[in-house]
């Protein structure tokens, strides 16, 4: 099992709050409301230790404190016991994800994925960043860089989420098709 491939990640555990156990994490996800709005599934998560090492954790209660999430996780009842679990990363398994609406992906989906544009290969996917408007896909270009490009080496590519350019999204094919504007892929 891959903690990278198997699990995604909807917080992380950044400190202890007070004395019962409690802990504050970074949310991580677009659902934050899954913490709060639990069911028997939702409130078994995977916990993710620095170490590698995967543990179930289950959340017996939840808040929100400004743009962090409380949580009072099963077994963890002492200050000492919350500091444990600083850095460990909460997940969930893909039957646990939410679903999403049309035209929007996970972006672990779109890592991987063959960037297009025509017939000609640009590059793959290497990671999906989030800076203001729309999100951006790093793309590793091959080895002989883009067509026309004189370079020899690999470089990378950024390249908007937005459906005025990528035409078509395959996560089943791991495929991107681009009609970029011109100059996007010079930049």
Same mark, same amino acid.
């Given at each position: 099992?891959?903690? +990278?491939?198997?699990?995604?990640?909807?917080?992380?555990?950044?400190?202890?709050?007070?004395?019962?156990?409690?802990?504050?994490?970074?949310?991580?996800?677009?659902?934050?409301?899954?913490?709060?709005?639990?069911?028997?599934?939702?409130?078994?998560?995977?916990?993710?230790?620095?170490?590698?090492?995967?543990?179930?954790?289950?959340?017996?209660?939840?808040?929100?404190?400004?743009?962090?999430?409380?949580?009072?996780?099963?077994?963890?009842?002492?200050?000492? +016991?919350?500091?444990?679990?600083?850095?460990?990363?909460?997940?969930?398994?893909?039957?646990?994800?939410?679903?999403?609406?049309?035209?929007?992906?996970?972006?672990?989906?779109?890592?991987?994925?063959?960037?297009?544009?025509?017939?000609?290969?640009?590059?793959?996917?290497?990671?999906?960043?989030?800076?203001?408007?729309?999100?951006?896909?790093?793309?590793?270009?091959?080895?002989?860089?883009?067509?026309?490009?004189?370079?020899?080496?690999?470089?990378?590519?950024?390249?908007?989420?937005?459906?005025?350019?990528?035409?078509?999204?395959?996560?089943?094919?791991?495929?991107?098709?681009?009609?970029?504007?011109?100059?996007?892929?010079?930049?």
């Amino acid at each position: 099992m891959n903690p +990278a491939e198997d699990f995604f990640a909807i917080a992380k555990i950044v400190r202890a709050r007070g004395f019962k156990g409690e802990v504050i994490a970074d949310v991580l996800t677009d659902f934050p409301e899954r913490f709060t709005q639990r069911d028997d599934a939702g409130d078994q998560l995977f916990g993710i230790w620095p170490t590698g090492e995967v543990k179930p954790v289950e959340i017996e209660n939840a808040w929100f404190q400004k743009n962090r999430v409380v949580l009072k996780l099963a077994g963890c009842d002492t200050e000492e +016991a919350a500091e444990s679990h600083r850095g460990v990363v909460l997940a969930v398994t893909r039957e646990q994800l939410s679903e999403l609406p049309a035209d929007t992906w996970y972006h672990a989906d779109l890592v991987g994925c063959d960037v297009l544009s025509g017939n000609v290969r640009i590059g793959s996917v290497e990671r999906v960043e989030n800076y203001g408007a729309a999100p951006l896909l790093v793309v590793k270009t091959g080895e002989a860089g883009l067509p026309g490009d004189a370079k020899t080496s690999s470089r990378e590519v950024m390249i908007p989420l937005t459906l005025s350019i990528c035409k078509e999204i395959d996560v089943e094919r791991k495929q991107i098709t681009i009609d970029p504007p011109e100059g996007l892929l010079e930049l």
